[in-house]
T-cell receptor
Framework: GAGVSQSPSNKVTEKGKDVELRCDPISGHTALYWYRQRLGQGLEFLIYFQGNSAPDKSGLPSDRFSAERTGESVSTLTIQRTQQEDSAVYLC????????????FGPGTRLTVL | EDQVTQSPEALRLQEGESSSLNCSYTVSGLRGLFWYRQDPGKGPEFLFTLYSAGEEKEKERLKATLTKKESFLHITAPKPEDSATYLCAVRGTGFQKLVFGTGTRLLVSP
């Protein structure tokens, strides 16, 4: 079956511009996560959605970062007024439920801020 | 604070040379320790979940074990296609996110 998909695969933007990253989770997965992976560093949790519950935004690094999810489908991560330190691979994962065992990851979006 | 430390950072093996990767963790109430494989330019690929000390899981040449403080990923007679970065992560009580280590980069030479 189809896995988690993300678009675009690569995004180059200029400092100060806004960007939107998209994630399509595995069909039927109610939980969705966003992580950031900077070069040479571990994955860093950003935000978590579970069904219609309020999202866990505890990992968002600043108010320039926001994310939305409609029901149990697509999610978008928006970064406003991008900075060079935002350059990273942004990974989306989904799992069957909030108590789901495994998180399945998409291929990521590589963001480069010039 | 929940924390995961992986060692070594990088490991170079000859084909057929068995070895182990280490994942040390501190977490309040372990609700799962996860191993992932990540190839360059790709997202992490799920390998194993372990829940309690003494548990072991195997898949082909890989075997994961768990104690109360660490997990090992044993690689038996590795092949070049096992070359990848191996990531360890934990989930603790009261939260859904995974806390990741920085990974071990494995290179298996023919």
């Amino acid at each position: 079956g189809a896995g988690v998909s993300q678009s675009p695969s690569n995004k180059v933007t200029e400092k100060g511009k806004d960007v939107e990253l998209r994630c399509d989770p595995i069909s039927g997965h109610t939980a969705l996560y966003w992580y950031r992976q900077r070069l040479g560093q571990g994955l860093e949790f950003l935000i978590y959605f579970q069904g219609n519950s309020a999202p866990d935004k505890s990992g968002l690094p600043s108010d320039r970062f926001s994310a939305e999810r409609t029901g149990e489908s697509v999610s978008t991560l928006t970064i406003q007024r991008t900075q060079q330190e935002d350059s990273a691979v942004y990974l989306c994962a989904s799992s069957l439920s909030a108590l789901g065992k495994e998180q399945f990851f998409g291929p990521g979006t590589r963001l480069t801020v010039l | 604070e929940d924390q995961v430390t992986q060692s070594p950072e990088a490991l170079r093996l000859q084909e057929g040379e068995s070895s182990s990767l280490n994942c040390s963790y501190t977490v309040s109430g372990l609700r799962g320790l996860f191993w992932y494989r990540q190839d360059p330019g790709k997202g992490p690929e799920f390998l194993f979940t372990l829940y309690s000390a003494g548990e072991e899981k195997e898949k082909e040449r890989l075997k994961a074990t768990l104690t109360k403080k660490e997990s090992f990923l044993h690689i038996t007679a590795p092949k070049p296609e096992d070359s990848a970065t191996y990531l360890c992560a934990v989930r603790g009580t009261g939260f859904q996110k995974l806390v990741f280590g920085t990974g071990t980069r494995l290179l298996v030479s023919p």
